[in-house]
C-alpha cells in the first residue's frame, strides 16, 4: 500500500521537486498550495492518483480543514512535508521592520507550520502503521540555514525559522512515543526559481553566496527533494527532533578566506561502475553492520588497508574506536587515542585518495554523549565532540575537490537505562545506522558536507525529567 504523502507548497521550488520525488517512488501525493490552478496542473502532470488543494497556510482555520480534507479523501496522512513558507526579501533594518511583515512571516513560516504539524499529528497518532513496527506518521519541516546564522535585512526570516528548529525538537521528542516521527531539513542556498529571482534583483550576489560554501556552488532542489525522502524512509528511523543540515559546508566554515579553494584535484562525477567503499574499524558492531549494509546493496566493500589497492573509493565508513564510546573506566586520554585518532588515521588515507580523484564522502561514526552532557561517560563525550569538529574541518577542507564528510552521531546501542532519556523509547539498531550510511554516502546527499547529524532517538534534544519505561 502506498503511502499519503501531503505536500504544503508543493506547487514551485523545493516544494515541487519534493511531490515529484515521492510520486516517482509510487507515493500519493496531495499538492496543497495558495495558488489552486498551479497546483491542480502539477497535480494532473503527475496522474489521477494525485491531488490538489487550495491552502493558505496563514489563515488559522486552514490546517484542520486540509488533513480533514487529504483524510475525507485518502483515508489516512502517512507522510506530512511542511515546505509552505515566505521571505522577507525587501531588505529592511530592524529598526525599520514594520510589526505587520513580521507577523506575516511568523503566520506562515512558523505558526502555520506548527498548526498543521498538530492537525497531521491528530491524524497520525490513531491510525495503524502502514509497516510493522514502522511510524504511525512522519513529519519532515523546512527550515533553513537561516535558523542558525543571521542574514542581515532577513531578520523576520531568520526568527521564523529558528523557531521551526526549536518546534521541531519540541514535536519530536513530545510525539515519538506515540509513533509520529518529526525532523527537519534545513537547505542553504539553493537555486530554486525565487532565488533566481533575487539574484536578478541584485538581492542575492551568487558570487558571493558561494565564497562562503565549500562545495563552491548553491544546491538543487531536487537534493532538497533527495533530503526530504530520506527524513522520511526506514532509513531514518533512529532520527527524532532532528535537523539534517543540507547547505554544502557553509555553516562548517569559520575561515576568513574563500571556503571554496581545491586542495587536489577538480570535482568530477564518479565513474561508471559499482561504487567501492572502505570501513575502518570493521571488527566493530557498527562498522560490520556498515559493511554488510552497504554489501546488500551491490557495493563493493574493502578493508581501510586496502583502500590504496583498489581502482577507485568512492567512500569511507569510520567506524574506528566506536566499540568502546560507553566503556565508564576510560578517559579522555585514552577515548582520543582510540577513536580521535583512529578516525584521523583513516581519514587520512582515504582523503589522500579521494583528494587525487577529485570525489568521495565520509562518514565518521561517533557517539551523540559528545551532543549533549549525560548521554555517555565522559571520555567517550570528549573523544565524540572532538570527532564532530574533526568531520567538518574534512568538508572545509576538501570540499574544493568534491569530497564530503559528515559525522553520524548514534545513541548508546544497549544500556539498562538508555530508554529514560530517549523520547523515541528503544536504542538505535546497527541495521538502521547502516541505512542513514548509505544515504550520506550516495549521490543524493550531494549537498550535505559538514553536518553532524543525531541519530539517537531524540535524546540529544531532550532536556525534560526521565520518562517512563516503554512498554
Known sequence: MSRIVLVTGGAAGIGWATTRRFAAAGERVVIADIDLAAAQARADSLGPQHAAMHADIGAAETATALVEAVVTRFGRLDVLINNAGVIDSGGTQIVDQPMEALQRLLSINLLGMERISRAAHAVMRVQSPLAEGGPRGVIVNLASGAAFRAIPLRNGYSASKAGVVAMTHSFGCAWAREGVRVNALAPGYILTDLVADLIQRGRVDPALAVRRIPLGRMGTPEEMADC????????????????????????????????????????????????????????????????????????????????????????????????????????????????????????????????????????????????????????????????????????????????????????????????RRMPGGQAISPDAVAGAVAFLLSPAAGYITGSIIAMDGGAAHYAGPDMEEPA
Not at 339 to 349: K, T, Y
Request: glycine share 18%.
Open 228 to 419: 526530504a525522502a530520506f527524513l522520511a524512509s526506514p532509513s531514518a528511523e533512529g532520527m527524532v527532533g532532528g535537523v539534517l543540515i543540507a547547505d554544502g559546508g557553509g555553516s562548517s566554515f569559520g575561515g576568513s578566506d574563500d571556503a571554496h579553494i581545491q586542495r587536489g584535484a577538480p570535482p568530477v562525477a564518479p565513474p561508471d561502475g559499482t561504487p567501492v567503499y572502505a570501513v575502518a574499524g570493521m571488527e566493530t558492531l557498527l562498522g560490520d553492520a556498515c559493511a554488510r549494509g552497504l554489501r546488500a546493496r551491490g557495493f563493493q566493500v574493502v578493508d581501510i588497508t586496502a583502500a590504496e589497492r583498489v581502482g577507485r573509493l568512492d567512500g569511507l565508513v569510520n567506524a574506528a574506536g566506536t566499540d568502546g564510546l560507553l566503556d565508564p573506566e576510560a578517559d579522555s586520554a585514552t577515548q582520543l587515542e582510540r577513536h580521535l585518532e583512529a578516525q584521523m588515521r583513516a581519514g587520512q588515507v582515504a582523503g589522500r585518495r579521494m583528494l587525487v580523484q577529485g570525489f568521495g564522502a565520509v562518514v565518521n561514526l561517533t557517539a551523540s554523549s559528545g551532543l549533549a552532557a549525560g548521554l555517555g561517560p565522559h571520555g567517550g563525550a570528549v573523544a565524540s565532540a572532538a570527532i564532530g569538529m574533526l568531520t567538518r574541518s574534512m568538508a572545509c577542507e576538501w570540499g574544493g575537490s568534491g569530497v564530503r564528510a559528515n559525522a553520524l552521531c548514534v545513541g548508546p546501542l544497549a544500556g539498562d537505562k538508555l530508554w
